[in-house]
């Protein structure tokens, strides 16, 4: 079962997973133009990127235990869908800057000193760039350990993100928190699972 | 009783309100969700007819009194007022409703009441929302005895010309324009006058976050974000922020009964 869905995979382009990472933005695009977002749509725009951001870096944070676990192999797609979470990331601090703070220079960044779920989101943010621009065979060739070291940074980066999510709420909702508990569940695999899967053969060399 | 009039009031504004259907489709009433189109979606099992609120506490004549008693269709006015959410954004509505005043009035104020404690049904089967204890049920706010007695203060039955919603607060809540909007309890079933500061939902909930008074100030910050600016609902894409005024523009009637208090100390 396993190996012939690998083997299906092996098929599909690397394209087509960006065709389909990019459909919930033309979804919302279209629901933009449309007038679907309801009364206020900058919270609609601003939330739904930044949901889909998250979603995105949960896929790109399962690839590997799916690998270890299922032996389902992802891991030509990872780096596509970890720069399409970077995407969506980019497109979520847009709509925050120019439709919810219109510009306000001085207040955006009097916030973002200030305030712990925008610190969160921010250094979310500067992690994922600094993973984005690093993303590339070039940077992997050239800083051989040390991008394996520097691209761990994908698990604190999860964790602000899902903690920026539930610190801008008024009280503890149900779904932040379970974004949550899947990335600290994920991130535990990933700790628990080390000593367990070393043996296990490395498929990909250097993208571990 | 479709179709409300109110008679004009001196103390509404002159700008422009959001349309109905802003109104009806943004609301937190988190007895029916927390998401803002949860109350439009899920109120409708909220039972409104008949209603009676219970005043009792220091009051000459405690009792249950029948809504049409409360706030006769014949004594309402129009207030258009601005609303300012604690969560930054803000609407212009057109209220339909009667001084608080007027209400406490029926009951006989006793001289030592100094608080106004109000409360909101609390019933899981009309209000989903209580199924989820993310809140202490049921909702409770409070007023200063001279803020229930000030004229801005309504308890709101309509809007628009129009019976209120549910997801609105219906049959009757409080609305007290100079302040964040969750001091505007909805659909009260208990009025009760007391000497002692009642307990409040959101302060219960976070009291560093959240305060009696709750007056709308852009000099005081939520702990986790600003106060100095406000989003109008409604307003569009590109249309920025607004900076917020002290006591939501109402400092003119209100900031007399602040004076010489501290209100970043009672926020």
């Known amino acids: 079962m396993v190996q012939s869905l690998n083997r299906a995979l092996r098929h599909v382009p690397v394209w087509a997973v960006w065709l389909v990472g990019l459909i919930p933005l033309a979804l919302l695009v279209w629901d933009t133009v449309q007038g679907h977002l309801g009364v206020d749509p900058v919270r609609d725009i601003e939330h739904r990127l930044g949901r889909t951001a998250i979603y995105f870096l949960i896929a790109t944070l399962a690839v590997t235990p799916l690998l270890r676990l299922a032996r389902v192999n992802l891991m030509r797609f990872r780096q596509a869908l970890g720069l399409i979470c970077f995407t969506y990331l980019v497109c979520h601090l847009a709509a925050w800057v120019v439709f919810d703070m219109g510009l306000l220079w001085g207040q955006i960044v009097k916030d973002v000193i200030k305030r712990p779920y925008l610190i969160f989101g921010m250094l979310a943010f500067a992690m994922l760039l600094a993973l984005a621009v690093t993303s590339n065979r070039l940077s992997i060739r050239r800083m051989g350990a040390g991008w394996r070291r520097l691209h761990k940074l994908i698990y604190p980066a999860a964790i602000l993100s899902a903690v920026h999510w539930l610190w801008a709420l008024k009280v503890w909702e149900s779904w932040p928190l379970m974004i949550l508990s899947v990335i600290l569940t994920l991130l535990s695999l990933r700790l628990l699972g080390i000593s367990r899967f070393r043996r296990a053969p490395r498929p990909v060399p250097g993208r571990g | ?267």
């Not at chain 2, 109110?6 to 309100?17: M, N, Q, W």
């Not at chain 2, 000099?219 to 900076?243: F, M």
């Open chain 2, 1 to 267: 009783a479709l179709g409300l009039t109110g008679a004009p009031s001196a103390f509404s504004t002159d700008e422009k309100p959001n349309s109905l259907e802003d109104i009806t489709n943004y609301n937190n009433f988190y007895e029916f969700g927390t998401g803002k189109t949860d109350p439009a979606e899920y109120s409708g099992s909220l039972k409104t007819k008949p209603w009676s609120v219970t005043i009792d506490g220091l009051v000459a004549r405690p009792g249950s009194y029948a809504l049409e008693d409360l706030a006769p269709d014949s004594a309402l006015e129009e207030r258009i007022y601005r609303l300012r959410c604690v969560e930054a954004w803000s609407m212009v509505i057109p209220w339909l409703g009667v001084p608080l005043a007027s209400i406490l009035n029926k009951a006989g104020v006793q001289p030592g009441a100094k608080y106004v404690a109000f409360r909101t049904l609390e019933d899981p089967d009309q209000m989903p929302g209580q199924r989820s204890a993310i809140i202490d049920w049921p909702y409770r706010e409070g007023l200063r005895i001279d803020e229930a007695m000030h004229p801005l203060t309504i308890m709101a039955t309509g809007l628009y010309g129009e019976v209120l919603p549910n997801q609105n607060g219906a049959p009757i809540r409080l609305v007290v324009p100079w302040k964040y909007g969750f001091k505007s309890i909805k659909s009260i079933v208990s009025i009760t006058l007391t000497d002692k500061q009642p307990e409040t939902s959101w302060q219960m909930l976070q009291p560093s976050e959240y305060g009696f008074y709750a007056n709308v100030n852009p000099q005081v910050d939520h702990p986790r974000w600003s106060q100095a600016s406000e989003r109008r609902v409604g307003a569009g894409l590109l249309a920025g922020r607004q900076e917020t005024l002290m006591f939501n523009g109402y400092g003119d009637q209100v900031a007399n009964l602040y004076s010489g208090m501290d209100l970043a100390k009672y926020y």
